[in-house]
């Protein structure tokens, strides 16, 4: 699925003061594969996350998935829109507290009107994959910091999105771990097809993906390494 920005701004009020964080971005992610998006801490990477994925709106200008204008869709229709297509990852996983590790991650087929059991023996499948078998009972609270973030990326991948965002997937895991969830990361990328979008300060990480852009001073956004996708 392509993804393409036109035109982007973002800014927020403070009192008297109007803080523009991105401005007047245009730029086209490839329809498939990894994509790592860097720069400097607070120039605007996660603010461009929740843009891309419906979670807020610009203050002008397009986002289009293919040619659905996603910025011109009222909230229920985006939220709609993000169920069926896009899969999320954020840096501090956002898991339920109260439900285990097969509930949250079966949660979103749920949602989507797949019955119960299709939906844990699908959420199942995918955690074994993940070598979370023996963890499928437990709580977020009695995971490790890695299981956690595996659990996370089962859920936003559950129901095969053609575009995953993941904002930071490694900022809080040890060297060993992160390694880890970025091959995890990679194999799901290359088996679903999609286009995986990684914000990261993670250089070994960034350098994986098949494109590295850089964002720049009012989220100007240049490609400074293209490889071929892996599947292509």
């Known amino acids: ?47 461009l996350m929740h843009l891309l994925g419906a979670l807020d709106t610009p203050t002008s200008g397009d986002i289009f998935y293919d040619d659905v204008k996603v910025s011109a869709l009222g909230s229920d229709e985006r939220a709609a829109f993000r ?22 991650v079966s949660m979103p087929l749920t949602i989507a009107g797949v019955g119960d059991s299709e939906s844990r023996d699908m959420a199942a499948s995918l955690l074994e994959r993940m070598g979370l078998k023996h963890r499928y009972g437990h709580l977020p609270s009695q995971l490790s910091g890695g299981e956690q973030q595996r659990v996370a990326i089962a859920r936003a991948l559950i129901a095969r999105p053609r575009v995953v965002l993941a904002d930071e997937p490694t900022g809080n895991l040890d060297v060993q771990t992160a390694t880890d969830v970025q091959a995890l990361l990679l194999e799901m990328n290359r088996e679903l097809q999609n286009t995986l ?16 852009v850089e964002m720049r001073p009012g989220g100007a956004l240049s490609p400074i390494s293209v490889k071929e996708p892996r599947y292509a």
């Open 83 to 104: 169920a069926r297509n896009v899969g999320f990852i954020f840096q501090f996983h956002h898991l339920l507290p109260e439900f285990s590790a097969l509930e949250n």
């Open 197 to 212: 979008i990684i914000v990261t300060h993670n250089n070994e990480l960034a350098q994986s993906m098949d494109v590295v």
């Open 1 to 47: 699925m392509q993804v393409h920005v036109k035109n982007l701004t973002k800014s927020y009020h403070d009192a008297d003061r109007e803080l523009t964080v991105i401005q007047d971005v245009s730029f086209s992610f490839p329809p498939e594969g990894s994509v790592a998006i860097i720069g400097r801490s607070g120039i605007g990477k996660s603010t």
